[in-house]
């Protein structure tokens, strides 16, 4: 019986075994094929627990959530390899999909495009809130590439959903792979850890923007509420101030508003000034800014408009307000008019406290004699 003598050699960076037998013949390399798989799986998983490591000191760093998800997109960049990668968001009062993120071939032009629920790969996974994976473009029946802007050239392609505690948020999506000829079923759990990720910076984003939104709202207009008002008006005092601004602010009283809690209660008189919110705010320029100051009290900033200009619009405002029937579908057909006061920066006063103040007397004017009225600094009511 012939014996057989072992030693290992190194082939070309591979363990091998080399055999020889008694007779002195050498039987072929055998490659440690085992050995060099379980070296190389466990490489990947350092790779992705590394990968993940990054991602996750991303996302409990920093509050800013463009800068998150660009880093979750580059980790996915440097992990997966693909020729184009793109980020849709979904927009929660369109119900439609933008691009957020959108690098590589093909996307230049993808800024303003907007995705419909259901549409394309990207607006089935948002639709279904599931992954889809084509391997072979080429032999894909579900889905016709004809309308996606990146379609020529692509070879394989994988979409996974980024899912919020209630709904799905966006998706990610991967077109061609640098590493290999396609993406495959083990690209699907390290995607769809990531979009993991990206959905918790994207509710904590949302969550820290709904606190701030709070905090500088009036419950009962979803105006800006007073706290806002002083520091707008601070900012908006430096800004002219350095570029040699004027502007002008309103300040709005409700004509014998109280009856109307007195007579029909405060849940009608809550109504009525969130209607009163609704037709000032939808009067004015998107540059211009409307605050409930407290009450029935209401505050008007216009930047860039001198006093004369500020009377204009609130005459417009005022005339409206005097058209409109409140409370209609509720069969109380309730009617209101105003007191307006105005004052301008730098014309009347220089700083914040002041100017208010100075609004506030010349609207207190209109208030003590005739109501339904506008009154301006320097100038009295006007006829």
Not at 75 to 97: A, C, G, M, R, V
Not at 223 to 239: G, K, M, Q, S, T
Request: glycine fraction near 6%; aromatic fraction near 8%.
């Amino acid at each position: 019986m012939k014996k057989t003598a072992e030693r290992i050699t190194e082939n070309k960076g591979v363990a091998t075994y080399e055999s020889k037998d008694s007779a002195g013949g050498q039987s072929a390399d055998r490659p440690m094929t085992a050995e060099a798989d379980k070296i190389r799986e466990l490489e990947q998983q350092i790779a992705r627990l590394s990968l993940f490591h990054e991602v996750g000191k991303a996302v409990a760093s920093t509050i800013d959530l463009h800068q998150v998800l660009e880093t979750i997109m580059e980790k996915i960049s440097d992990f997966l390899q693909p020729d184009t990668w793109l980020l849709l968001l979904l927009d929660e009062k369109s119900n439609e999909l933008h691009y957020e993120i959108a690098i590589g071939a093909g996307t230049d032009n993808l800024k303003d495009v907007q995705v419909k629920l259901g549409e394309g790969i990207g607006g089935w996974v948002a639709e279904h809130g599931e992954a889809v994976l084509i391997e072979d473009v080429r032999t894909e029946p579900r889905f016709s590439l004809e309308n996606e802007i990146w379609a020529p050239g692509a070879r394989s392609i994988v979409c996974v959903p980024v899912k919020g505690r209630e709904r799905v948020l966006g998706v990610i999506e991967l077109v061609n792979s640098s590493r290999n000829e396609h993406f495959g079923e083990k690209d699907i759990p390290v995607l769809a850890n990531l979009a993991d990720y990206a959905a918790i910076a994207l509710e904590n984003a949302r969550y820290v923007q709904r606190i701030h939104d709070l905090t500088i709202t009036d419950d009962c207009t979803a105006l800006f509420n007073a706290r806002h008002l002083n520091f707008v008006l601070d900012a908006e005092i430096y800004r002219s101030t350095r570029y040699d601004y004027e502007f002008s602010v309103v300040f709005i009283d409700l004509d014998h508003f109280k009856l109307v809690n007195d007579t029909h209660g405060h849940l009608v008189g809550s109504k009525l000034l969130w209607h009163m919110g609704n037709l000032v705010k939808g009067h004015l320029r998107l540059i211009d800014y409307a605050f409930r100051y407290g009450g029935d009290e209401f505050v008007v900033l216009l930047p860039q408009t001198s006093k004369q200009n500020a009377l204009m619009v609130v005459r417009r405002l005022r005339e409206l307000l005097n058209s409109k029937v409140f409370l209609d579908e509720e069969g109380l057909k309730v009617k209101m008019t105003a007191s307006f006061g105005v004052a301008s920066f730098p014309t009347d006063a220089r700083d914040r406290r002041e100017l208010l103040r100075m609004a506030d007397e010349a609207m207190y004017l209109v208030k003590n004699t005739t109501r339904d009225n506008i009154a301006l600094v320097g100038e009295g009511v006007m006829n």
